[in-house]
């Protein structure tokens, strides 16, 4: 009996390097739908090529558009949207859509949702984060009234599209039981979905870790992230080297921007590493993980990554909330900046609980983020 065909709209094609997160769940996010699905899947030709091959299974439809204009910025659609997926994409989503006559419809992430609710097919879709509820907390980093005003109205844009793709989609999956909730308090059911991680053979151990290397790791190109790794120089960094006046603080990931590379170039304790093809080998080498967010999250995967490799890993409020209340008890969790560098302080300070707490971190990844029980669950909404 042939499997369903499901087409999965996303501005992440797998294949591909963007920069971000995404770059480490495709290949297995992918090759597990391919279990339960004949799966295509639609994007824009975005991003470098990748050496991870493609999913068995698993046919990419790579569209080759024009990038949106900054014309877009105006109009009722937010250009939070619209810059990752222009309307050329839409028309050329849409061509693909009445050419693979696909079963179901899903849209990865809210980016598609034009598509979706254009296409006339019924469809699902999944909300790594809800996009309204993260704008709402960008107003707070507005360095001008204007720029605040500006910020409102994408706020208010993004609302609209997303009430609009969650009351009309048959199926909606979150990542955070606080998603959840947010959604529901405005009418909207949806289904949590936990992700899918792989446990590396060779865990993080306290001999291969510099017992003074503090990291962060992020998408440096995006503004959530500039701010967490500010309010970490800025509000934590210094209470830790009161403690730990041997600390550095190692700030990793891709395309970080210019000014914060010149800001942070000549400071004696902290380095920035820009576009490192393996966060792994930063976690490896770290005594300390921090992951905080300050901007709602669905889930945080560099927090997900660093606890399945067993480093130990210190979180805020924003950032733990995607985890299960038990998991939540026993982990490492401080909000403001006091408590939070209490924390990394503990761990630099005691090589014993940093193992532990690392133990425990893994240990609950391992039990809670299945890629199989991922597909199976998406897929039984999808189909039923």
């Not at 034009?114 to 909300?127: H, N, S």
């Not at 509820?133 to 609302?159: D, G, N």
């Not at 995006?222 to 600390?247: C, D, F, H, I, T």
């Not at 909000?335 to 532990?356: G, K, N």
Request: with cysteine; charged share 20%.
């Amino acid at each position: 009996m042939p499997k369903p065909r499901l087409l999965v709209a996303t501005p992440y094609l797998p294949g591909r390097v963007h920069g971000h997160a995404a770059d480490d769940l495709v290949f297995a996010y992918y090759g597990s739908l391919a279990n339960h699905f004949d799966l295509h899947v639609v994007g824009p030709s975005t991003g470098n090529a990748a050496s991870t091959p493609i999913p068995p299974g698993v046919t990419v439809h790579a569209c080759r558009v024009a990038e949106s204009s900054r014309a877009s910025v105006v109009g009722r659609y937010p250009w939070a949207l619209r810059h990752s997926w222009s309307k050329a994409m839409t028309r050329a989503a849409l061509a693909v859509v009445d050419r693979v006559d696909p079963d179901h419809l899903h849209a990865e992430y809210l980016q598609p949702a034009e598509l979706v609710m254009r296409a006339k097919r019924p469809f699902t879709i999944t909300l790594h984060d809800l996009t309204a509820e993260f704008m709402r907390s960008k107003r707070a980093w507005s360095r001008t009234p204007q720029e605040s005003v500006y910020r409102l109205i994408e706020q208010l844009r993004a609302e609209r599209v997303e009430s609009q793709v969650t009351r009309r989609a048959r199926g909606v999956f979150v990542l955070s039981e606080a998603d959840q909730q947010l959604l529901a308090s405005s009418g909207v059911d949806s289904t949590v979905l936990r992700l899918g991680t792989t446990i590396p053979s060779s865990p993080w151990t306290l001999a291969e870790s510099d017992p003074n290397q503090v990291c962060f790791m992020g998408a440096l190109w995006r503004e959530p992230n500039q701010v967490a790794a500010r309010w970490l120089v800025e509000r934590v960094m210094p209470k830790v080297w009161g403690s730990a006046p041997n600390a550095h603080l190692v700030i990793a990931g891709a395309r970080p921007p210019r000014a914060m590379v010149e800001e942070f170039r000549d400071h004696p304790r902290v380095r920035i590493e820009a576009d490192v093809p393996d966060p792994v080998h930063v976690y490896r080498a770290s005594r300390v993980v921090m992951a905080p967010t300050l901007a709602p999250a669905g889930i945080l995967l560099k927090a997900v990554s660093a606890l399945a490799l067993g480093a130990p890993v210190v979180l805020n409020n924003a950032s733990a909330a995607a985890f299960e209340p038990d998991m939540r008890a026993r982990m490492l969790v401080g909000e403001s900046a006091e408590d939070f560098a209490r924390c990394v302080i503990d761990l630099l300070t005691d090589p014993q609980e940093a193992r532990r707490a690392g133990e425990i971190g893994q240990a609950f990844i391992e039990s809670r983020f299945s890629w199989s029980s991922y597909a199976r669950e998406m897929s039984g909404v999808i189909l039923r």
